[in-house]
C-alpha cells in the first residue's frame, strides 16, 4: 500500500467514524437499539471512534516505516480535526427537522 492511498484510506475512514455516532441509532458495540442515544452517550463513541482510527493510523504507519514521535500537540490537532468532521453527523441529528 502507497503511502499516499494509505493516507486517503485514514481520512476517509475518520469521516465515516465521526460521522456514525450521530447517524445511527444503535450502540457501537451493536447493542439493542435504544429509543433515543442521547447526546452523551453519542459523544463517548466518538472518542472511542477517535482512538480507534488512531489505532489503525499507527498501524499503517508502521507498516509503512518508522513512528514519527508525536507531543500532545500532534493530539489536539488531531482530536479537533476529528471533531470537525463529525459535525455533519451532529448537524443532520440535531439541527436539521426531522419527519417522523
Given at each position: 500500500?502507497?503511502?499516499?492511498l494509505?493516507?486517503?484510506?485514514?481520512?476517509?475512514?475518520?469521516l465515516?467514524?465521526?460521522?456514525?455516532?450521530?447517524?445511527?441509532?444503535?450502540?457501537?458495540?451493536?447493542?439493542?437499539?435504544?429509543?433515543?442515544?442521547?447526546l452523551?452517550?453519542?459523544?463517548?463513541?466518538?472518542?472511542?471512534?477517535?482512538?480507534?482510527?488512531?489505532?489503525?493510523?499507527?498501524?499503517?504507519e508502521?507498516?509503512l516505516?518508522?513512528?514519527?514521535?508525536?507531543?500532545?500537540?500532534?493530539y489536539?490537532?488531531?482530536?479537533?480535526?476529528?471533531?470537525?468532521l463529525?459535525?455533519?453527523?451532529f448537524?443532520?441529528?440535531?439541527?436539521?427537522?426531522?419527519?417522523?
Open positions: 500500500m502507497t503511502p499516499q494509505s493516507t486517503y484510506g485514514v481520512i476517509a475512514l475518520a465515516l467514524a465521526a460521522n456514525a455516532p450521530f447517524i445511527s441509532q444503535r450502540l457501537a458495540v451493536l447493542g439493542p437499539r435504544p429509543e433515543r442515544k442521547s452523551g452517550l453519542r459523544l463517548i463513541e466518538l472518542i472511542v471512534a477517535y482512538f480507534l482510527v488512531g489505532a489503525v493510523a499507527l498501524a499503517l508502521n507498516n516505516g518508522q513512528i514519527a514521535p508525536q507531543g500532545w500537540e500532534f489536539a490537532v488531531t482530536g479537533t480535526m476529528f471533531i470537525t463529525a459535525f455533519p453527523g448537524v443532520y441529528r440535531y439541527l436539521l427537522k426531522h419527519r417522523d
